[in-house]
């Protein structure tokens, strides 16, 4: 699919802020913006849905620093999305097979 010129120079502008942000976050970023320009909705419109601020969206769209649950979950309600949060094993426990 072919991304969308908006999308691009958010993530190309959003790129240039972030530094060295960590990835995590940089990819709720990115999947925030991308649902949100594919409801075409601005900043301040997906705001209003989450009873939050335009400017708590853009930290979040930015990817800087941890979003708060609470506020993905809002964000996720008012986009019509499901927010999935698993915790993984990064090394093998007792019993496990190797």
Request: with cysteine; net charge positive.
């Amino acid at each position: 699919m072919k991304e969308r010129p908006a999308l691009k120079r958010i993530k190309e502008r959003a790129t240039k802020l972030r530094g060295e942000a960590d990835p995590y976050y940089v990819a709720i970023a990115d999947q925030v913006t991308e649902q949100r320009l594919a409801r075409e909705l601005s900043q301040t419109e997906l705001a209003e849905l989450c009873g939050t601020t335009q400017s708590a969206i853009a930290r979040v769209e930015r990817g800087m620093r941890p979003p708060r649950i609470d506020t993905l979950r809002q964000i996720a309600n008012a986009l019509d999305c499901g927010l999935v949060v698993e915790l993984r094993p990064r090394t093998k426990t007792e019993g496990e097979s190797k």
